[in-house]
Each structure stands twice: as structure tokens, then as C-alpha cells.
């Protein structure tokens, strides 16, 4: 009885030492497998390019990287700098088309990876995705609620990946006006927005783009 018992112990000790040895992937909830996304970044950037609003451009460059991916085995790699006197810095991932897009009830998701220790965690930075409508308003339209906070890697990973995604009829302007029928089949820019929190610490290194879907 105490030779079965100790085999049952060895057996819990070494199913728990291999409960812990999670694949990086797992653990920065990265999903694996085919990426059949919209814009998947396995062989090109698909014209993304790097933009600024209001704020002053915190995106310095992008290349594809094999460094991790959300899906499949290469993802954007952004070198970012949000560094400075001015706070709320911000930096544009952005998509132009040469004629006007319906994106009446689509839905937008991307995920971003950021490393851990980028910014106070009382203070984070966040994402969300904006459209830009053509002529005669050329009006922003983005997230509601602002953003969604990013999150940060652990002691065990060195960063996470956070989904973004919003429903396009949902979509607001910065002051909280819904986008009107008229401007959702009148799209001629949409993209993805990172910002500084409010009072956040500066950040100056590189996060990771992945699997933009338009759905």
C-alpha cells in the first residue's frame, strides 16, 4: 500500500512540473495555427502605413517579424517612442483606400503585444480603431469608451496579447456622436490607435501587431 501511494505521489509531482512548463505562446495568449485573418502579416504589410492625429507620432518604423505572432509565425513589428515633455502621445497604424469602403456591420479585431513594464499599471497604455469617413465630412469615427487597456507581460513572460475589436455601427466621434448610416458606406481610412495614459510613464521600445480582421 505505501509502494502504491508513493508511485501516486511521483506521478502528481511530475504531472505538476509539467503542468508549469506552459508554452510561451500559452502564456502570452497567443492562439497558434493557421492565421486566416484579413491582414495577417505573414508575407507583407499589406500598405499599412504609420500615421499620427492630433498627437505627435509615436510610431518610429515596422517590419515584419518572426520574433512571435498572435497567429501563424510572423506578426508588425513597431518600433515605438513615446517619450517627451508632451504627454498623451500616440501613434497610427493606418489603411487608405483609393475608393470609398462600406463597412456597414462589419466588425474590427486586431491583437497587440506589449512588453511588461512599459507603463504603471494604474496609469496603462491603450488601443482602440478608428475610420475616417471621405468627402463632404471627412469625420473621425472611433471605439466607443475610448480605448481598451493594454495588458503587460508577467515575471514568467515578457509580454501579453490584448484583443481589440469593435462593431463598426457602434463607433462614435470623439464627442460621442454615433456614425451615421450616410458615413458607414463612405470609409476611406481606418486603422489602429496606441496611446499614452494619462500621466503614464514614457515607453520607448517595440510592441507587436497581429491579425487585423475586418469580418
Known amino acids: 500500500m505505501k509502494k502504491f501511494l508513493m508511485i501516486i505521489f511521483t506521478v502528481i509531482l511530475i504531472n505538476c512540473g509539467y503542468i508549469k512548463e ?69 501613434g497610427l497604424l493606418t489603411m487608405q483606400f483609393g475608393t470609398a469602403q462600406n463597412f456597414s456591420g462589419k466588425k474590427l ?30 469625420a473621425w469615427y472611433q471605439s466607443p469608451g475610448q480605448w481598451t487597456n493594454l495588458k503587460q507581460g508577467t515575471i514568467v513572460v515578457d509580454g501579453v496579447w490584448t484583443e481589440i475589436k469593435v462593431n463598426v455601427n457602434e463607433m462614435t466621434t470623439p464627442s460621442g456622436t454615433l456614425i451615421p448610416d450616410s458615413e458607414k458606406g463612405n470609409i476611406m481610412e481606418f486603422g489602429i490607435k496606441v496611446g499614452q495614459g494619462d500621466y503614464s510613464k514614457n515607453f520607448d521600445g517595440y510592441i507587436y501587431i497581429d491579425s487585423i480582421s475586418i469580418e
Not at 495555427?33 to 491582414?39: A, C, F, H, P
Not at 498572435?70 to 500616440?90: A, E, F, Q, T, V
Not at 479585431?109 to 480603431?129: L, S
Open 22 to 90: 506552459y508554452p510561451t505562446s500559452t502564456l502570452e495568449l497567443a492562439k497558434g495555427g493557421e492565421d486566416l485573418s484579413t491582414y495577417n502579416f505573414e508575407s507583407s504589410d499589406h500598405g499599412f502605413i504609420l500615421n499620427a492625429a492630433s498627437d505627435n507620432l509615436s510610431f518610429i518604423s515596422k517590419e515584419l517579424s518572426s520574433d512571435r505572432a498572435y497567429k501563424g509565425k510572423k506578426s508588425l513589428k513597431i518600433k515605438c517612442d513615446y517619450r517627451g515633455i508632451i504627454n498623451y502621445k500616440g
Open 109 to 138: 479585431k486586431a491583437y497587440i503585444w506589449i512588453p511588461g513594464n512599459a507603463f504603471d499599471e494604474k496609469a496603462p497604455y491603450g488601443a482602440n480603431f478608428y475610420v475616417k469617413s471621405g468627402a463632404p465630412n471627412w
